[in-house]
Each structure stands twice: as C-alpha cells, then as structure tokens.
C-alpha cells in the first residue's frame, strides 16, 4: 500500500497506524452560514465552562451524561443509539466496551449515552478545555508510545472491572477517517478475561442529513482548534451509535487473539474498510 504524503509511520513496529491524513475529511453538506458558526461557538463556550464550574462534580454519572449530550447539542450535533440505551451489560462486574475510533466526538457521544471510565490517550490531558474535563471525568490515560507501561494499564482497567466499573477502550488504537480498517488491539481484551467481564461492542457512524460523512474524523496532522472550527460549520451532522449484544468470554475457550477477533467482527460488520 501506497503512505499518502504527510502520513507519519509509527515509531514503533507495534504502535497502532492509520494511513488517514486530513485529506480524507470532507463535508458531505453545505457549510452552516457565519451567524449560525458564530451562535454555535458562543453556546460551545459557555457549555465547556458550565462543565468546568460543576469542579469534581463532574465525575458524577449524571452530571457527565447532561453535560456530554449539552455539549454535542452546542455543536448542533444529533445523537441517535440504537441497539439499547446504556452501554453496561448486567453482572457482577463492569464492561468492557469498545468501538471503532473516528474522532475525538466519540468520547463526548458515548459519555452522553453512559459515562463510564474512558481509556484515552495521555494527549488529551493537555488539550484547552477538553483536557481538563476529561481528567475530572476520570479519564485513564495510556501512553501510546511506550509498550512498557500496557501491562499496569490492563491491570489498572481490570481492578476497575471487578470493582464493578465499566471502562471505554477503542482498539483500533488510532482514528480512521470512516471507523473502518485496522486490526483491534488485543491487549485491552485481556482486562476482560482477568476480570471475567463482559465485552460490549459498539459501532459508531457519523451521517450529514443521512449521508455518510468524514467531517468529524480527527486524523493525520489535525488538532483540536482546526476539528472544532470544521464540526461547527458542518450542517445537519448526527452522530449514530449502535449498541450491540454483549460478548462473554468463555475463559477456557476465548484467549485475548479470539476475543479481540470477535469484537471486531461485531463492530465493523460486513463493511469494507476505507483504505486497503
């Protein structure tokens, strides 16, 4: 396969690499007149804020969910779930969900269907306002660059499990433009078999009036100023959040390989991927 200009090769065999570079994100719809862009901005600003005053308040299930969904209606983003209204499957423990990685929307559309325990890059941390959020929320950080810091990750996700939380992984471990391509990850899958937790998968899509759309993707040398600018001109964007059944591993049969396979069968369906 052919590396587009601009794409950057990973610095490690194994780190996660997505051939997506913002040459892939379009709108599929006119963009929103400068009035509108200029309300939107306005109501976005003061929707972080109220989330930033709420202090460690924001930690509370609740008070994310309201302000997650608060914060994609700023943006004139629609949410549609189907497939079921919380994303925790029932049991004695926690759930691992997981989705295919477009954007950093998907956190703030999956928050406001149920908060749970994000795993997100530690980049976040230091983003404007989104960072400081996201590290009250709870979020979990992974340094995506060093493999020797995975192992106390998976035992922190596990510890979380069987103390009943859910936690939110994509192990794609990278965007793509459309959701569709690279092979998941297996590690996180090893935190669900050390702690006997269900897997639950879920497919996220993002449509402009019906139409599939890249407006929202967060790929190649994108940062969070040029994506914010680009999701508050797009016009009609709906962000479609399917939640599908459960998996539960069979301890004696299901390794990490065979879990991970699974759940992305689950997530990617029948579609085929953007890039070869």
């Avoid at 007149?33 to 804020?49: D, I, Y």
């Avoid at 929307?105 to 989104?130: N, T, Y």
Wanted: hydrophobic fraction near 45%.
């Amino acid at each position: 396969m052919t590396v587009p200009l601009g794409t950057h090769l990973p610095a490690h065999a194994w780190a996660a690499w997505s051939p997506c570079t913002t040459g892939c994100v379009t709108h599929a719809a006119r963009r929103v007149p400068a009035t509108r862009v200029a309300r939107r901005a306005a109501v976005f600003g003061r929707s972080v804020l109220g989330a930033l005053l709420c202090g460690r308040r924001i930690a509370e299930p609740e008070t994310l969910r309201i302000r997650a969904a608060a914060v994609l209606d700023s943006l004139g983003i629609r949410l549609e779930v189907a497939g079921g209204t919380t994303l925790s499957a029932p049991g004695g423990t926690g759930t691992l969900v997981v989705a295919n990685h477009i954007s950093w929307l998907d956190i703030v559309a999956l928050l406001a269907v149920e908060p749970v325990v994000m795993l997100a890059k530690r980049e976040i941390a230091g983003w404007p306002l989104v960072g400081p959020l996201a590290t009250r929320a709870g979020t979990l950080y992974i340094d995506r660059g060093s493999l020797r810091e995975l192992p106390r990750t998976v035992r922190e996700m596990a510890a979380l499990l069987r103390a009943g939380r859910s936690v939110m992984a994509f192990p794609q471990g990278i965007t793509w433009c459309a959701g569709t391509g690279g092979s998941f990850r297996r590690a996180t899958f090893q935190a669900a078999l050390d702690a006997g937790a269900p897997v639950r998968p879920v497919t996220l899509d993002y449509v402009q009036h019906g139409v599939p759309t890249t407006v929202a993707a967060f790929v190649g040398e994108d940062d969070f100023g040029t994506s914010l600018r680009r999701v508050i001109r797009a016009d009609g964007l709906t962000v479609r959040v399917a939640v599908h059944r459960p998996l539960r591993p069979v301890h004696s049969a299901d390794d990490r390989r065979v879990l991970a396979a699974r759940a992305q069968a689950t997530v990617c369906g029948a579609r085929l991927p953007v890039h070869g």
